[in-house]
C-alpha cells in the first residue's frame, strides 16, 4: 500500500487486537487479564498516536491528558462501584453525542475536512456515507447510552426479600 506508514499500521493493529482480546477475556473468567489487555492496548494506541502526531501538537496532547486525568480522578474518587456501568453506558453517549457534533461540522463545513472532490467542488459520495454513518452510530450511542441511564437502578445489585439474612 502506498502512503500508508508500516509502523502505524501495525500499530494500530496490534492495539485493535489487544481490544478485541480484552472484550473476549471475561467470557473465560478472566476478568483481571481482560483489564490488563485493555490497559495495554490503551497503551499501545497512546503510543501510536504520539508517533504519528507532529512534535508541534504535543502541547495541545499534554493538555488533553492531564484534562482528562483529572476528570477521571475526580469521577474515580467519588462515583461509587455500583454506578460505573451507568457511568460508562454515560461516556458512550457523550462520544456519541461528539460523533453527531463531528457529523454536524463536516457537513456545515466540509472544505476544513477535505471532503470536496476537487474537480467539481462537490461532496465526494464516500464522504457523505461517512457523514451519514457518523450520524447514525453517533446517534445510536446517544440512544443507547440514554436507556442505560433511565434504568441505572437495574444495574445496581439488589437482594432477593425472600431469602433470610
Known sequence: MEGVNATLLAGWSLAALLFAAALLAPLGGGLRRGAHLASAAMTVAAAVTLYSHDVMALPQICAALIAGSAVG?????????????????????????????LAGAAWRDPHAF???????????????????????????????????????????????????Q
Not at 462515583?79 to 453527531?100: D, E, H, K, N, T
Not at 440512544?143 to 444495574?155: E, N, P, S, Y
Open 114 to 164: 477535505g471532503l470536496l472532490d476537487e474537480m467539481t467542488d462537490r461532496l465526494r459520495m464516500e464522504a457523505a456515507a461517512a457523514i451519514g454513518a457518523a450520524l447514525a452510530c453517533g446517534a445510536m450511542a446517544c440512544a443507547g447510552a440514554a436507556a442505560i441511564l433511565r434504568r441505572g437502578a437495574a444495574w445496581h445489585s439488589r437482594r432477593d426479600i425472600s431469602t433470610p
Open 73 to 101: 480522578l475526580a469521577l474515580g474518587r467519588g462515583v461509587p462501584r455500583s454506578a460505573l456501568p451507568s457511568l460508562l453506558g454515560g461516556f458512550g453517549g457523550l462520544a456519541g453525542l461528539a460523533a453527531v457534533f
